[in-house]
């Protein structure tokens, strides 16, 4: 996530382009702006029906899966089936 932060005083045009912040006219303010880009894979962790999921390549045609049926899937490889 990338953030800017800017301290200023909030004067007409800042309040022009930003209507949320004339209650604000002619005070000092820090304003934040956050970049709610999306958190990579790699930073998060991953519950093991997602990781499961990422894993999983479905034949054209066959329609997504459920928690219970990736379990019967683990359970029958376990048993060599």
């Known amino acids: 996530m990338n953030a800017i932060k800017i301290e200023t ?3 007409e045009a800042a309040a ?3 209507p949320a912040l004339r209650p604000l006219l002619g005070k ?9 880009a999306p958190v990579p894979l790699t930073e ?10 990422l ?4 034949p054209t ?6 928690p ?14």
Request: glycine content about 8%; aromatic content about 0%; charged content about 30%.
């Open 28 to 36: 000092h303010v820090e304003l934040i702006a956050l970049d709610p």
């Open 68 to 81: 219970e049926d990736i379990d019967r899937a683990i359970a029958q490889g376990a048993l060599g089936r």
């Open 9 to 11: 005083v909030i004067d």
């Open 16 to 18: 022009h382009a930003i």
């Open 44 to 53: 998060r962790k991953l519950a093991v029906d997602e990781l499961l999921a």
């Open 61 to 66: 045609g066959v329609g997504p899966l459920s």
């Open 55 to 58: 894993r999983i390549r479905l």
